[in-house]
């Protein structure tokens, strides 16, 4: 079986833009979660999606949206991108407790 | 709010060496323990979940600790290898599988 699996694997952008990254689970995981990861620190959670709704919210502004789809696949959104959102950023999914994550993307933003 | 610290950040030893990394939080109603391995520039690969109920989860070289009452997680890995080098997170759940990280142990075992 195919492990969680994350699209791009690496993205450039610039101030201001906005970018889509995605993220499939594991076959039969409707759990996915994301987290960011700044150089140097360990991964911060930003959002958990269930069954397509919105369980939890780190700590990030509200240019951060995510979303999730019928096969559980998910979406997220960044909007007015800046400096300090340069990171990999992981997506992770879950059947019960124990999280598996892909192998991010990797966002620079210039 | 969870706190999670790990000890020491960095640490170099020579193989063949067996070895301890700490990890604490500040808030025992955890639902579960995880440690994660990341190699540079990668994603995390789990290596132990400690669920609440459990002192200790073993794989291979590997072995877990947990004592909840005081807030503390440590991971021994007996006889370490050069293969061994990477960074090791710990993260703990503590509500709807959201996970909080230490800042990780970069750990380099040297040939």
């Known amino acids: 079986d195919a492990g969680v699996t994350q699209s791009p694997t690496h993205l450039i952008k610039t101030r201001g833009q906005h970018v889509t990254l995605r993220c499939s689970p594991i076959?039969?995981?409707?759990?996915v979660s994301w987290y960011q990861q700044v150089l140097g620190q360990g991964p911060q959670f930003i959002f958990q999606y269930y069954e397509k709704e919105e369980r939890g919210r780190g700590n990030f502004p509200d240019r951060f949206s995510a979303r999730q789809f019928p096969n559980y696949s998910s979406e997220l959104n960044v909007n007015a991108l800046l400096l300090g959102d340069s990171a990999l950023y992981l997506c992770?999914?879950?059947?019960?407790?124990?999280?598996?994550f892909g192998p991010g993307t990797r966002l620079t933003v210039l | 709010k969870q706190e999670v610290t790990q000890i020491p950040a960095a640490l170099s030893v020579p193989e063949g060496e067996n070895l301890v990394l700490n990890c604490s939080f500040t808030d025992s109603a955890i639902y579960n323990l995880q440690w994660f391995r990341q190699d540079p520039g990668k994603g995390l690969t789990s290596l132990l979940l400690?669920?609440?109920?459990?002192r200790e989860q073993t794989s291979g070289r590997l072995n877990a600790s947990l004592d909840k009452s005081s807030g503390r997680s440590t991971l021994y890995i007996a006889a370490s290898q050069p293969g061994d080098s990477a960074t090791y997170l710990c993260?703990?759940?503590?509500?709807?599988?959201?996970?909080?990280f230490g800042g990780g142990t970069r750990l380099m075992v040297k040939p």
């Open positions: 993260a703990v759940n503590t509500a709807g599988n959201m996970l909080t």
């Open positions: 992770a999914s879950s059947l019960i407790t124990e999280q598996f």
């Open positions: 400690i669920q609440s109920s459990q």
């Open positions: 076959s039969g995981h409707k759990s």
